[in-house]
């Protein structure tokens, strides 16, 4: 039997592995995924038990080819989840589904790919010129979560290559007295102070507590949403003080990286956290910060900066990785 394209796409599953989700989807005939079917990690032992579910759920055919995402880094056959105790052999996984195709990449390596695939409605544009620019220049993308993913993307060979990163445990660097005396905080409570620990969800409540903690006001109990929702309404200063902070460092953060790629094609930054912050980060010092960069100001003065706003963009960059893209 020969298979057309548009069947070997249908054949085809995207999965995006986090550590409370599972999300998959089947691509379409045009190389899209198409409706995402979610379900709790914690129901499940393993990964092949949840895409059994899946399938038996959605009915189609067995799939002929499989990408996944994780949160963490791959190396090698055996992939090990950081959030999750699931663990997966690569061939062994191939060999019991039968596949003709398994491609499993960190989850940002996953996202970058679907970078020079946004269209105008798919991000906004964050401070800076976001007018027209090449789509031949490196680019790069930021994403809060549990942790902080950092990935680039870089042309080779008439296509795209995307470079996962452990970038969120690089280390933070405070600029102001305030920042000082918030990371002086944090510093004596772990030792070292990395990217990840402010810029992830869980770093929004260490970041409160430590700006509230020269009043005494030590507020652990409130989750990272509560301290959004609080800043966005203007009912708590330290709320508004503790997201502005936050946009300030991410902005560090992101000129730190439009400098390593020389993201030039734009950084981008993507992530439910951001997307629920989009007000306050375009009226923050975010932009600011990025370009606060002394003698390599210059250079990142003209690269833009989006925040990603389509729907499900670690399974729309998998099509793309699927397809060699």
Avoid at 50 to 60: R, T, V, Y
Avoid at 70 to 81: C, E, F, N, Q, R
Avoid at 216 to 242: C, F, H, M, N, Y
Wanted: aromatic residues 6%; hydrophobic residues 45%; neutral net charge.
């Amino acid at each position: 039997m020969i298979i057309k394209e548009d069947d070997n796409r249908r054949l085809s599953v995207v999965v995006d592995i986090g550590g409370t989700n599972i999300r998959f989807a089947r691509l379409t005939a045009g190389g899209e995924p198409g409706p995402v079917v979610k379900f709790a990690t914690a129901k499940f032992p393993d990964l092949e038990s949840a895409l059994g579910h899946f399938l038996d759920l959605e009915g189609g055919s067995r799939p002929d080819r499989l990408a996944v995402a994780v949160a963490g880094p791959v190396h090698g056959d055996t992939i090990k989840l950081t959030n999750l105790d699931w663990h997966f052999s690569i061939r062994r996984l191939t060999r019991d589904l039968r596949l003709s195709q398994l491609r499993v990449a960190n989850d940002l390596e996953a996202l970058a790919m679907l970078l020079p695939h946004l269209g105008p409605g798919d991000r906004v544009c964050v401070g800076g010129d976001c007018g027209p620019h090449s789509w031949q220049h490196p680019m790069a993308v930021l994403c809060p979560g549990t942790g902080l993913g950092i990935a680039g993307l870089v042309p080779a060979d008439q296509r795209w290559r995307a470079i996962a990163t452990e970038g969120g445990h690089t280390g933070l660097a405070p600029l102001t007295d305030r920042e000082m005396a918030a990371w002086r905080f944090l510093r004596e409570r772990y030792g070292r102070v990395s990217v990840e620990r402010v810029l992830a969800g869980p770093g929004i409540v260490e970041l409160y507590t430590a700006l509230a903690s020269p009043q005494g006001e030590i507020s652990e109990a409130l989750r990272p949403e509560e301290i959004v929702r609080l800043a966005l309404d203007g009912a708590d200063p330290l709320a508004v003080e503790t997201m502005q902070m936050y946009c300030a460092w991410l902005g560090d953060v992101a000129g730190d990286v439009a400098l390593m790629f020389m993201a030039r094609g734009g950084v981008y930054l993507a992530g439910n956290i951001l997307g629920s912050i989009i007000e306050i980060l375009k009226d923050s010092r975010f932009r600011r910060r990025f370009e606060h960069k002394g003698r390599a100001a210059g250079v990142v003065a003209g690269i833009p900066t989006y925040l990603v706003t389509c729907d499900y963009p670690v399974l729309r960059g998998l099509a793309y990785l699927l397809e060699g893209s």
